[in-house]
């Protein structure tokens, strides 16, 4: 499981050449990430947040797609230059009101007090490029992570949730496409799989299992939503080694 491939689209990247070596010779394993301290790592999760396009979205079995969890309008990336503590702040308070309301309406339940603070937490902690810069390091890939897209996965019971990292990869500048920042792509999609967010260990290692394939798609959100099918059925068997 991981990044799908799909059927070519008109205006998405054409591969040119196979996976990259380091990439073929492992395009499943684990590695190991580190998150950001946490003053640098809320500013972070606060300009993803925030960003023009929506990055942050909740999966869960029973849900027919994916639901964003940022609002359609917020600060505007004029005024979060300095991600001042008022902006972080914010961007919290959203994100969790947000949250609580969606995994109500995906769960059927209420997330307790205890539960909903662990989750929102341990996501926020999660959304992060540096575990995508992280990897591509690791696989001596250039230190670039493409169209960072993050998934927020919790089991219908609320006993288990995941934070799922997806972007594009390049061993090489000719491997990137794209006239503008927003629509850089290469053919090769990575998915990082966080620990459970709701495990009762305190997660100072960041493991990440990680899986990467050749996709033809215009944008992240394209390769995720073809990745959405296995995505919730091991979200209900709770295996992720498919």
């Not at 990897?135 to 609320?158: G, K, W």
Request: net charge neutral; proline share 7%; hydrophobic share 40%.
């Amino acid at each position: 499981m991981g990044c799908a491939g799909g059927k070519a689209s008109t205006t998405a990247a054409s591969p040119k050449e196979p996976l990259p070596s380091s990439l073929a010779a492992a395009p499943r394993g684990k590695i190991q990430s580190q998150l950001p301290p946490s003053e640098e790592g809320l500013r972070d999760f606060a300009r993803i947040f925030f960003a023009d396009q929506r990055k942050i979205f909740l999966l869960s079995p029973g849900m027919p797609s994916m639901r964003p969890l940022q609002p359609t309008g917020g600060p505007s990336s004029a005024h979060i230059g300095d991600l001042n503590v008022q902006v972080v702040q914010k961007a919290e308070a959203l994100f969790t009101d947000s949250l609580k309301v969606q995994l109500e309406q995906a769960c059927g339940q209420v997330a307790s007090a205890e539960v909903l603070e662990l989750l929102r937490r341990r996501a926020i902690a999660a959304t992060t490029v540096n575990v995508g810069i992280d990897f591509a390091l690791s696989m001596n890939l250039m230190p670039t992570f493409l169209q960072p897209f993050f998934v927020v996965l919790v089991s219908s019971d609320l006993k288990q949730a995941r934070a799922a990292t997806y972007g594009f990869v390049a061993q090489k500048p000719t491997h990137i496409v794209g006239d503008r920042p927003e629509s850089k792509r290469t053919p090769f999609c990575v998915r990082l799989l966080s620990p459970d967010l709701l495990s009762e260990d305190s997660l100072k290692t960041w493991e990440l299992d990680y899986s990467v394939r050749e996709v033809r798609a215009a944008t992240i959100m394209q390769a995720v939503e073809m990745d959405v099918p296995k995505l919730k059925e091991s979200l209900s068997s709770g295996r992720w080694d498919d």
